[in-house]
């Protein structure tokens, strides 16, 4: 449970601080899209990657077996 906890906290952060990151740094993204692709596709899909973490967070939560699949994420 307390590892379903962390996993919440971790995806709201990344809602939450990850857009005034993305505004920050905006300009630095946009200029060096080529050297740094990774960064640049979750900047444009932030809010579609927030949603993701928090329907997988609530599939876990939810899931009778979620015990095995929140120590296969906590290994990872």
């Known amino acids: 449970m307390r590892c379903l ?30 050297f740094l692709p ?3 596709s979750f900047a444009q899909h932030h809010r579609l990657i927030s949603f993701g973490l928090y329907v997988i967070g609530e599939i876990l939560k939810l899931s009778p077996s979620s015990q095995i699949l929140l120590l296969i994420i906590k290994v990872l």
């Open 5 to 34: 906890n962390r996993y919440f906290f971790a995806a709201t952060n990344y809602y939450l601080y990850g857009e005034s990151l993305i505004y920050y740094f905006k300009h630095i993204l946009t200029l060096q899209a080529s």
């Open 38 to 40: 990774t960064a640049y």
